[in-house]
């Protein structure tokens, strides 16, 4: 079998990230307390993951994910952290992850079990992250299609084109469900529709701007006006999204790179490596090379 796809914490193949092959999860996942599932370069599935047996995410890392994921609560109930934004999802639910997102387990109850579609780029279907629900007809179709796709794949040499197709098959089902294509709110606030410009913003430009001002002329508003509205519709300030993503990123970094300090601090915009420590530091309560090593 092909060297297989992570499901929950793979990164970009990009220069000096080290591959996070399931031989190098095993060393902190147990991927025996999955269960049921198939995974191949393209694609995965997980018939049914039991949160109890073992976590697939640690708590406070965050993870850049390659491939969109797309998860069904079975039982319970998670929170994460995508691309800076909270979601909580609970049984009958569906998680929506799109391609390269940033992520981040906050918690999960002990009865939470879910069932996990990944695929890349060929099924990549939307770029927001969403949680909805959608009808006991449709949870029904996407139950015969998921044992479907996982039997076929079960076959030796499997048909590669059967399962993507069915896979587009069970992504159909979804894009014919209103829940899926739904707005988060029909009118949403001026101050809500800037709030998700302004995170948009930050994903993009974190590495080069840490400054209220450069989004606030991205936007086409006064530094003044900004950091109000931020604070109004997310009840932090604009500063406070900037760091957390920077951290993050720092975090990433840090666990799923083989890059120096000094190399990781230059890719983060900082002048220099003590400047970066001293920044991490105030913000986590370690420095970089503490967080690593934990």
């Known amino acids: 079998m092909s060297n297989l796809i992570t499901f929950v914490a ?15 999860l095993r060393e902190e996942v147990n991927y025996d307390v999955v269960g049921d599932y ?29 491939g969109a994921r797309l998860m069904r609560v079975l039982e319970g109930s998670i929170r994460y952290r995508i691309n800076l934004l909270e979601y909580t999802a609970s049984r009958g639910q569906v998680i929506w992850i799109p391609d390269a997102a940033l992520v981040e387990f906050l918690s999960a109850t002990e009865d939470y079990r879910l069932q996990a579609i990944t695929f890349n780029d060929k099924h990549h279907r939307r770029e927001d992250a969403r949680v909805f629900t959608i009808s006991e007809a449709e949870w029904h179709q ?26 587009s098959a069970y992504l159909g089902i979804l894009e014919q469900s209103a829940t899926f294509n739904a707005a988060p709110a029909p009118l949403p606030a001026r101050k809500e529709q800037l709030f998700g410009q302004f ?22 508003l006064a530094s003044h006006y900004l950091s109000p509205l931020i604070r109004q519709a997310s009840g932090e300030s604009p500063s406070t999204w900037i760091t957390k993503a920077v951290i993050s990123e720092a975090k990433v970094l840090l666990k799923q790179s083989d890059k120096t300090v000094l190399q990781i601090s230059e890719e983060l915009g900082f002048p220099n490596a003590p400047f970066f420590c001293r920044y991490f530091k105030r913000e986590t309560g370690m420095t970089p090379s503490e967080y690593r090593e934990r």
């Open 142 to 167: 996407l139950d015969s299609l998921a044992i479907l796709i996982r039997s076929v794949a079960g076959n030796e040499p499997f048909p590669k084109h059967v399962v993507e197709d069915l896979i």
């Open 199 to 220: 995170i948009s913003l930050v994903g993009t430009h974190f590495r080069e701007h840490r400054d209220t001002a450069f989004y606030a002329r991205q936007l086409c």
């Open 10 to 24: 793979e990164m970009r193949s990009r220069p000096n990230i080290e591959e996070l092959s399931i031989a190098f």
């Open 38 to 66: 198939f995974s191949h370069d393209d694609f995965g599935i997980i018939m049914d993951y039991r949160w109890a047996k073992g976590p697939l995410l640690h708590a406070d890392r965050p993870y850049r994910l390659s």
